[in-house]
């Protein structure tokens, strides 16, 4: 049982490059979502995923596409990458249960850098 | 969403209690509280959730007044590797919104040998 598996660990990518940050759960957990976090400051969210083939945004969505064809991958794109987008990467994942303990698993990070 | 709002930073000695307060003044009758941990270079860590009175887990307790205004993250007997950041977060347990997690700035603990 790996949790919450993220790749890569560490990217550095041009201005103007595209990349996929990959996200991957093994818990059958039907909520997932991206958060990124900048130095000293807590987490923004990205996007979000309720279930295979829904999504929607988050607080910072621009410059990011998501998608969400199966329950266990949730990757994120970045379509024209800017050095405003330098930041650390985190994916999440929980239950999407009403009145329960919906405690979030949090992958490891990537960490990636635009120049 | 209920805002939170939470100390800056804390200082504590190893071996002391750690008593974090955050303050939800808007909170709704459905809302839980819940507490992340996040080391650096790491995801957040989920800690502890109640929603009123007290809970306590093997990591922490929480302290929930009747008002539910605030909660008090309480670590005991905290050690070197307590430093981290803690979030408090406030949401509705009975809608989808639930899931989505807003995280504030957080509280950045400091334990000093």
């Known amino acids: 049982n790996a949790g919450v598996t993220q790749t890569p660990k560490f990217q550095v990518l041009k201005t103007g490059q595209s990349m996929t940050l990959q996200c991957a759960q093994d818990?059958?957990?039907?909520?997932m979502s991206w958060y990124r976090q900048d130095p000293g400051m807590g987490l923004r969210l990205i996007h979000y995923?309720?279930?295979?083939?829904?999504?929607d945004q988050g607080e910072v969505p621009n410059g990011y596409n998501v998608s969400r064809s199966t329950t266990e991958d949730f990757p994120l794109r970045l379509l024209s990458a800017a050095p405003s987008q330098t930041s650390v990467y985190f994916c999440?994942?929980?239950?999407?249960?009403?009145?329960?303990?919906?405690?979030?698993?949090f992958g490891q990070g990537t960490r990636l850098t635009v120049v | 969403l209920a805002k939170t709002t939470q100390p800056i930073s804390m200082d504590s000695y190893e071996g002391q209690e750690v008593n974090i307060t955050c303050s939800h003044n808007?909170?709704?009758?459905?809302?839980?509280i819940t507490w992340y941990q996040q080391f650096p270079s790491q995801g957040p860590r989920f800690i502890i959730q109640?929603?009123?009175t007290k809970v306590t887990n093997e990591v922490a307790s929480l302290f929930i007044p009747a008002d539910r205004k605030s909660s008090t993250l309480s670590l005991p007997r905290v050690s070197l590797s307590d430093t981290a950041v803690y979030y408090c977060?406030?949401?509705?347990?009975?809608?989808?919104?639930?899931?989505?997690?807003?995280f504030g700035a957080g509280t950045r603990l400091a334990v000093h040998p």
């Open positions: 999440a994942s929980s239950y999407m249960g009403q009145g329960v303990n919906t405690e979030a698993f």
């Open positions: 995923s309720v279930g295979a083939g829904i999504t």
């Open positions: 109640g929603y009123k």
């Open positions: 818990m059958n957990h039907e909520y």
């Open positions: 808007n909170i709704a009758t459905n809302d839980y």
């Open positions: 977060l406030v949401g509705d347990m009975f809608s989808g919104g639930y899931n989505k997690l807003i």
